[in-house]
């Protein structure tokens, strides 16, 4: 892989994009690009480098759009549209025809690269610190919003945001949210992170605290989906006691949820 390549990776990666690598694993007959050359396709439909002419891009926008949108990879071959006469070859690969007058066929590989997931906490309790130090491990990426003079005890996280006001993380529906204030400024972070849009918002608290917060954050008109949707005590019951404990206890609910949404999307894209 060209420096060029590697350099567009890291740019899109910076800036959270998701896109598709796309190797040519085999060719037959004439074809401009061998076995080995990889380009990359964004979320535009925009390729870099080259892995064949303006015969195969058609094919591989269509198959790196579909790989992005379900998350799995998958082989296709391009070949002479009077050679296809079907959606998939004899021996199970998907089938794309071209008009290339060469007469050559490329089999590519296409890989998926999304975003890694990313974890926003509120609070600076020593729970939220036990997530901070653990999330990373497990691959996720890490905003912070905290009291100012608290923010310097994460300095692995990508955002810090001083405060509850979350607007500035940009949060998106595929974050995961959890309020880990412990009783510092509970009411407040509550109500920015159930106003966020994060599809997946937990507390650190009792059931009982989270009632009396309930009723409050309703009289602020707080929509009553997203209190219901809320889920506290967080984490899964592993009998945790100490911070680090009830953070893995956290992430393990987490993984659990995303794993399963994730085979979700295989299933369907498996059936579609």
Known sequence: MSDELYDRIAALRAAGRPFCVATVVRTENATSAKAGAKAIVDTEGAIHGHVGGGCVQGALRRGAAAVLQSGTARLIRVRPREDVDGPVDSDGTELHGSACPSG?????????????????????????????????????????????????????????????????????????????????????????????????????????KTAALAARLRAQGVAEARIAGLRAPAGLDLQAIEPAEIALSILAEIVQLRRAGQRDRDRMARTA
């Open 104 to 208: 050559g066929t490329v089999d590519l590989f296409l890989e998926p690269m999304g975003t890694a997931p990313r974890l926003v906490l509120c609070g600076a309790s020593p729970i939220a610190l036990a997530l901070a130090d653990l999330a990373p491990r497990l691959g996720y990426r890490l905003a912070v919003a905290a009291a100012e003079e608290d923010l310097a005890a994460f300095d692995r996280a990508e955002r810090r945001q001083a405060g509850y006001d979350l607007g500035p993380l940009e949060i998106a529906a595929g974050d995961f949210l959890v309020v880990a204030t412990q009783g510092r400024r509970d009411l407040e972070a509550l109500a920015a992170a159930l106003n966020s849009p994060a599809g997946h918002v937990a507390f650190v608290g009792s059931r009982r």
